[in-house]
């Protein structure tokens, strides 16, 4: 089991910055991917980037491109998000996840936090 803590969020106005951090325990070495996912009311949970934890790749969503950048802290067993440049339409809840291969559909991860609330006011 992979236990998931996320932290960060809050309200922010638009073209501001945020930090979300995911804490990471447990078996954590069955997990060499880990992402971040967002949903907003009424929508589908949606990719926002991820993260190999052993070669470092990234891999991100056309719409965050240039102003999220996902990071990790090996020796905290942390992941992080840094958002900036924020607009209203990133407002959602962002949810930390694990899994053994990076995918950009929720399906392919085996392990969730419980989300943290970003909203971006305009």
């Known amino acids: 089991q992979v236990q998931l803590v996320e932290s960060g969020g809050g309200l922010v106005q638009a073209g501001g910055s945020l930090r979300l951090s995911c804490a990471a325990s447990?078996?954590?070495?069955?997990?060499?991917?880990m992402g971040w996912f967002r949903q907003a009311p009424g929508k589908e949970r949606e990719f926002v980037t991820a993260?190999?934890?052993?070669?470092?790749?990234?891999y991100y969503a056309d719409s965050v491109k240039g102003r999220f950048t996902i990071s990790r802290d090996n020796a905290k067993n942390t992941v992080y998000l840094q958002m900036k440049s924020l607009k209203p339409e990133d407002t959602a809840v962002y949810y930390c996840?694990?899994?053994?291969?990076?995918?950009?559909?929720?399906?392919?991860?085996?392990?969730w936090g419980q989300g943290t609330q970003v909203t971006v006011s305009s």
């Open positions: 996840a694990a899994g053994r291969w990076i995918f950009t559909t929720p399906g392919g991860y085996d392990y």
């Open positions: 447990g078996r954590t070495f069955s997990s060499s991917a």
């Open positions: 993260l190999n934890w052993y070669d470092g790749n990234t």
